[in-house]
Structure formats: structure tokens, C-alpha cells
């Protein structure tokens, strides 16, 4: 699985930014999907989760209720559907695939995308 994050840029604090993650490789809907970041200085976090079949979504609380994932399998893309976006959400945003759920809710997915940096200006 190849993994394509886009959508990142400089926004406002209390804007809104969209991120999507396009896959490539067979059998989409099988995997699990996740959004990470990592802010300079930090270590890479989990922010949000979603399972094959989207039935199952997790937040970090960090973007509990200002952020939002979901995924389209016809369009092999999961995306992290950002609101209320604060200066300390800034970091490179990453997107990952496992077809374990914990594996991305403990941070080690077995496929990672290149990361999109999310600058969010006060």
C-alpha cells in the first residue's frame, strides 16, 4: 500500500482545513487508516482512526469534536476533515494503514504516507 497525504497549508486560527490520503494497492477497504502528526520538538501522535469498514472511528482528545475523519473506499482516500484549528495543532500531518485497529491507535502502522505540513497562525 502506497500512501499520499495532500491538502495541508496556512490557515487561521479557527479556520478550517480539509487533508486527504489517497492509497494505492488492492483490497482498500481491508485496512485500517489513521491520522498522526508531529509538531517540532515532539514525538509523532495519533490523532484519529478508522477502521475498514468505517463502523469504527477513535479520536485523540486533543481534536475530540474539532476534528473528523472518514474515508471513501471507492475512492481508495481516507481524509481528516479539520475545524476550530488551533496555533498548537501545527505540525506535519501523516497518514497510515494497518489492517490491525490497535497497531494505529499504538502509533506503529504497517504503511505510512509522506507528511503535509498544517501551519495554523494566531
Known amino acids: 500500500v502506497q500512501l499520499q497525504a495532500s491538502g495541508g497549508g496556512l490557515v487561521q486560527a479557527g479556520g478550517s482545513l480539509r487533508l486527504s490520503c489517497a492509497a494505492s494497492?488492492?483490497?482498500?477497504?481491508?485496512?485500517?487508516l489513521g491520522w498522526f502528526r508531529q509538531a517540532p520538538g515532539n514525538e509523532r501522535e495519533f490523532v484519529a482512526a478508522i477502521s475498514g469498514s468505517g463502523g469504527s472511528i477513535y479520536y485523540a482528545d486533543s481534536v475530540k469534536g474539532r476534528f473528523s475523519i472518514s474515508r471513501d473506499n471507492a475512492k481508495n482516500t481516507v481524509y481528516l476533515q479539520m475545524n476550530s484549528l488551533k496555533p498548537e495543532d501545527t505540525a506535519v500531518y501523516y497518514c497510515g494503514a494497518s489492517r490491525w485497529w490497535n497497531s494505529l491507535l499504538l502509533g506503529v502502522p504497517d504503511y505510512w504516507g509522506q507528511g503535509t505540513l498544517v501551519t495554523v497562525s494566531s
Open positions: 494497492g488492492r483490497n482498500f477497504s481491508t485496512y485500517s
